[in-house]
Structures are given as C-alpha cells and as structure tokens.
C-alpha cells in the first residue's frame, strides 16, 4: 500500500509564490511519476504536472513557466515550486503516485488534497 502525505499550501496574494511537497511511503519498489492535479470547486480534477522516475518533467499549458517539479529519489518525495500565482490557480492540489512493488503495479495512489487560494 502506498500513503501521499501533502505539506504546504495556503492563501497567497496573485503575484507570489508558494511551494508544495508530497512524501510516498509504504511497501513501495519504484515510483514511475508523481505529481499533482488540481480541483477548483464545481469543476473536474484537472492535471497539472507530474515527473517521471527519469527526471523528465511535463506541465499544463496552464501553470508552464511559472510552476516547477522537482523530485528526490531517496526520499519519494516531490516539491511543487510555484510562482507568480493568479486567482485562477486557486484549488485543491491532488498529490498522486505511480508506484510499485516488484512486478506489482499499484492502483494510483492519492494524497488527502492541499488548498491553495491566491487573491487578486
């Protein structure tokens, strides 16, 4: 099994900058990509950003050039640097993991969510 705990969030005015983290832990092998979706009220979760177990990072066109991803192996944990906020970017922030254990792929997993609220 395969437990996300999300730190960091919060209210911020548009314009700074706030930063995310998520921790995996559990009977965990490998992890191909964590990352984090996002959740504005009345809408779909709607995906962000994640990065892969290479290094390789990818983002919505939506939080490109003013978010980053950032990974430590040995830790299973990911950071989310995010700046020059807008009010749209306010939600909650899903952490997720693609874990396994040997061949075992596990279900994706999820953290408890993080809210992050940015005003104009």
């Known amino acids: 099994q395969v437990h996300l705990v999300e730190s960091g969030g919060g209210p911020v005015q548009a314009g700074g900058s706030l930063r995310l983290s998520c921790a995996a832990s559990?009977?965990?092998?490998?992890?191909?990509?964590m990352g984090w979706y996002r959740q504005v009220p009345g809408n779909q979760r709607e995906w962000a950003v994640h990065?892969?177990?290479?290094?390789?990072?990818y983002y919505a066109a939506s939080v490109k050039g003013r978010f980053t991803i950032s990974g430590d192996n040995a830790k299973n944990t990911v950071y989310l640097q995010m700046n020059s906020l807008k009010p749209e970017d306010t939600g909650v922030y899903y952490c997720?993991?693609?874990?396994?254990?040997?061949?075992?792929?596990?279900?994706?997993?999820w953290g408890q969510g993080t809210q992050v609220t940015v005003s104009s």
């Open positions: 990065i892969s177990s290479g290094g390789s990072t």
């Open positions: 559990g009977s965990i092998s490998s992890i191909n990509a």
């Open positions: 997720f993991a693609d874990a396994s254990r040997g061949s075992y792929a596990y279900p994706r997993s």
